[in-house]
């Protein structure tokens, strides 16, 4: 279970996080949808501590992440993030993107690491590629390699930010394809996105985040169908044309 | 006006000798080399570390071995510390004074090297587990020293070439110290050191081909 409470954060003056309050239970898919600069994607690296907050609290399993006592490179392992610039490792190949943290960080061996690699890569459609670099794969497929390598690491949740915002369109269907694919597993997932169809078919809840305030959360149903914010409606009437 | 006769056999017949030189040329240049690649990326995570004392011995490393000349810097390691009563044998001096100058340029390579590799890299590193110094070694370092390769092979070269210094603090087993010992003996100057030259090119040569062959073979990405 990830539990945020009342959680500020500012970059300098700007206050971009103004007391989040939000529950996600295990087996749970919350989206996350909003305006850019609402602070959805500054929320996701505070959770997985990539970003220090500045009050509140937010827990994993109980273990407080922010917690001087914290070990952030073993939170870190449980909570697999996936960004919307892919960041593939240029210089390994696609298996070997994937095993490198597996082998170095959990230390597997490498067989045992490439089995788990090779799973996890044939599963996003990626079983072929496996001695390819990432520099002659497409955006979406180097986007699915990053996905397998979270995956790779079997963190029990997962964290996707805005991950097809950078891609060409007609690659888009088929990373939303691998985030329903996982839904549908069971994984627990936090997505910030902007695919307005995808957080209504894959979500539990749908949360609407603008100026840096959770201004509205619900059902996909309620969310889209009966919006009660005033600002929710404008955004997803903006959305829409 | 022009009087001179060639005796390229004199010289041919000392080949043995000189080769023997090169070898040892060879050696310094390949310790200075390690050890000059090891204290570069040491002294750029100094840079990087956020300490002030660290990063401030680190810059002035990198000033002084790029603005002052490398005999001034060989000549430091013998005499300089030999002053103080630290005396460095001329295979240590000119190994310690080239390794000095590799870990100057090689450190500001390396720095420009690392601007090149996007934060996020490191952001992804440290999200699947990695700490600071693993994130480092697996992710940035191997991608730093494919971007600083060509300036690692000139820096070889240069090293080769810095060994012909070690004359001044009386070194004489490395390539150039022979030739000027086999000079004083025969007084065949230009044979000598033409052919010493000849040596040096092709040394530098092989290197740089070797270093393509190489790269060709480790960055295939």
Redesign the interface.
């Known amino acids: 279970m990830i539990e945020i409470e009342h959680v500020r954060k500012s970059f300098g003056q700007l206050e971009v996080l103004k007391g989040i309050d939000l529950t996600v239970e295990k087996g749970e898919v919350v989206t996350i949808i909003g305006g850019s600069g609402s602070g959805k994607s500054t929320l996701l690296t505070c959770i ?1 501590g ?1 970003e220090p907050i500045d009050s509140g609290r937010i827990l994993i399993d109980g273990t407080e992440v922010h917690a001087k006592s914290t070990d952030l ?2 939170l ?2 449980k909570v ?2 996936v ?1 919307q ?1 892919w ?1 593939a ?4 190949t696609v298996l070997d993107n994937v095993t ?2 597996p082998r ?3 230390g597997m061996s490498r067989a045992e690491a490439e089995e788990i690699a090779e799973r996890q890569l044939t599963h996003v459609g990626l079983g072929d590629k496996l001695k390819t ?3 002659r794969l497409s955006g979406g497929q180097q986007q699915r390699m ?1 996905i397998a ?2 995956l790779a ?1 079997s963190p029990e949740y997962m964290l996707f930010d805005e991950v097809t915002s950078a891609l060409d369109p007609q690659l888009v269907g088929e990373v939303l394809d691998t985030l329903k694919m996982l839904a549908q597993e069971g994984m627990t997932m936090i997505c910030v996105t902007h695919e307005m169809s995808f957080a209504r078919d894959v979500s539990n809840r749908v949360a609407f985040f603008h100026q840096g305030v959770m201004a509205e959360i619900g059902s996909p149903e309620q969310i889209f169908g009966d919006p009660q914010n005033p600002e929710t409606r404008k955004f997803l009437s903006s959305t829409r044309q | 006006m022009f009087n001179y006769t060639f005796q390229w056999k004199q010289a041919f017949a000392r080949l043995p000798q000189m080769l023997d030189g090169a070898a040892v040329t060879m050696q310094i240049a390949i310790l200075s080399m390690v050890l000059g690649i090891l204290l570069a990326i040491t002294l750029t995570m100094f840079r990087l570390s956020g300490s002030r004392i660290l990063s401030a011995i680190a810059r002035t490393w990198v000033e002084v071995a790029r603005n002052t000349p490398a005999l001034f810097q060989i000549y430091m390691m013998h005499f300089g510390l030999g002053s103080f009563g630290l005396h460095l044998s001329p295979f240590l001096s000119i190994l310690l004074g080239i390794t000095f100058n590799n870990a100057g340029y090689l450190a500001e390579n390396f720095r420009g090297a690392l601007k090149a590799i996007p934060e996020t890299q490191t952001r992804a590193a440290r999200s699947l587990g990695f700490g600071a110094a693993g994130a480092f070694g697996y992710v940035v370092l191997p991608q730093m020293l494919r971007i600083a390769f060509l300036p690692m092979t000139n820096q070889m070269v240069w090293a080769i070439l810095m060994t012909s210094l070690g004359v001044t603090v009386g070194m004489n087993a490395d390539l150039y110290g022979v030739v000027q010992d086999l000079n004083a003996l025969t007084f065949r100057t230009f044979e000598l050191f033409a052919l010493a030259a000849v040596i040096f090119y092709l040394i530098t040569k092989i290197i740089t081909i070797g270093a393509r062959l190489i790269a060709a073979r480790l960055f295939r990405y």
């Open positions: 997985n990539l490179n073993k870190r392992r697999g993030i960004f610039q960041n490792f240029p210089h390994l490198l943290a170095k960080v959990l670099f990432p520099g990053a390598r979270a690491m």
